[in-house]
Structures are given as C-alpha cells and as structure tokens.
C-alpha cells in the first residue's frame, strides 16, 4: 500500500546502519529490505509513520515523525471531511499546502 508521494517525514541514515535488520522485521508495509548485509530504504512513500523502525533501531539510523505528516491528515480530511490540519503548529491550522 502507498500513500501520498513525497510527503513522509521518514528519513534513513544508511552510514548509521549496522545491518540488524530489525528496521525490516517490524515494519508493516515493507519499506525496508535487505541488500549487501544492510538495510536498504525501497519506498518511502509506502511509510504509514507508525515508527516502529525507529522505536526498534538502536544505532539511530532511521527517524520519523509519528502521528504527523500531511499523508494523515489528507487522509483524515477525506475519510472525515474538511481541510487537512496535521496541526504541527498545536493552534489547528494547515500546513499541507
């Protein structure tokens, strides 16, 4: 499954991998593999940003915004109506364009 393009707040720090391949046992939707005895990031846009990569990554390689990110709230705009808010601000205002 993906979700919206570009818009994930995931970022993976290949240099940081030690290769424990925790990152692709925990993640739901495959965003990791791995290739050469190190993780590798396939697709960012297939990320939900549940962040069990990061909670499970014990070399800080991988961090993410949990419960953010425009993906959610254009998701949430949809399913329940209204503008997208993923209200980053804490004051309920857009910032997905």
Same mark, same amino acid.
């Given at each position: 499954?993906?979700? %919206?393009?570009?818009?994930?707040? %995931? ?7 030690? #290769?424990? #391949? !925790?990152?692709?046992?925990? $993640?739901?939707? /495959?965003?990791?593999?791995? !290739? ?7 697709? !960012?846009?297939? $990320?939900?940003?549940? /962040? ?16 953010? #990110? ?7 705009? %949809?399913?329940?109506? /209204?503008?997208?808010? $993923?209200?980053?601000? /804490?004051?309920?205002?857009? $910032?997905?364009?």
């Amino acid at each position: 499954m993906k979700y %919206l393009a570009n818009v994930s707040t %995931l970022q993976f720090f290949s240099d940081k991998c030690t #290769g424990c #391949g !925790r990152c692709v046992e925990v $993640c739901p939707h /495959g965003v990791f593999e791995m !290739r050469d005895k190190r993780a590798n990031l396939i697709d !960012r846009d297939r $990320c939900m940003e549940c /962040g069990a990569c990061a909670k499970n990554c014990e070399f800080n390689a991988i961090t993410v915004n949990t419960g953010v #990110g425009c993906a959610a709230a254009i998701i949430n705009s %949809l399913i329940y109506g /209204g503008a997208p808010s $993923c209200d980053c601000s /804490g004051t309920g205002s857009s $910032c997905c364009g």
